[in-house]
């Protein structure tokens, strides 16, 4: 009953929220319950977006769609995939030859631009090769957390 008296009567200070979030993520991870721990990381983040400065909160927020905070990959690779068909869609719209090869070929072409592998200076290059540089740098962070976290222990 002390125990519950003495944290009724501390402060709530955003430090120390995010200090109990953080605790509890670090047990569950220790005890091998990384979904459960997932959860406490991602409470923790969303928690501190609440209280960031705006352009704080954009990031984050980026970082929030893309991948969920390092915690889920198969966003992150749904967003690849899509954003690999759209610009092949577009590039095969743009060149006015609407059959299944000029598609096909326009696949390979964005597979290999997503993947930073080709370059040509065109805009729509351009904007794909920049817009897959955020997909694949959350792509690894989430996989480097996820495999991490198996063979920690």
């Avoid at 954009?58 to 889920?72: K, N, P, Q, T």
């Avoid at 690779?77 to 090869?101: D, G, K, N, P, W």
Wanted: glycine share 2%.
């Amino acid at each position: 009953f002390k125990e519950i008296t003495y944290i009724v009567k501390r402060k709530h200070t955003l430090d120390n929220v995010l200090a109990v979030y953080r605790n509890l993520r670090e047990n569950y991870d220790y005890y091998m319950k990384y979904d459960e721990s997932g959860k406490f990381f991602v409470n923790e983040m969303k928690l501190k977006k609440r209280f960031s400065n705006f352009v704080e909160k954009i990031v984050m927020s980026v970082y929030e769609v893309l991948c969920l905070y390092g915690e889920s990959y198969s966003r992150t690779l749904v967003l690849a995939a899509l954003t690999i068909i759209l610009f092949a869609a577009l590039r095969t719209h743009l060149s006015q030859i609407l059959t299944i090869e000029s598609f096909l070929d326009s696949l390979k072409i964005s597979i290999t631009i997503f993947f930073q592998i080709y370059f040509d200076n065109s805009w729509i290059t351009i904007l794909e090769r920049l817009i897959s540089i955020p997909i694949l740098g959350t792509l690894y962070i989430a996989l480097r957390r996820k495999l991490e976290r198996r063979v920690r222990h």
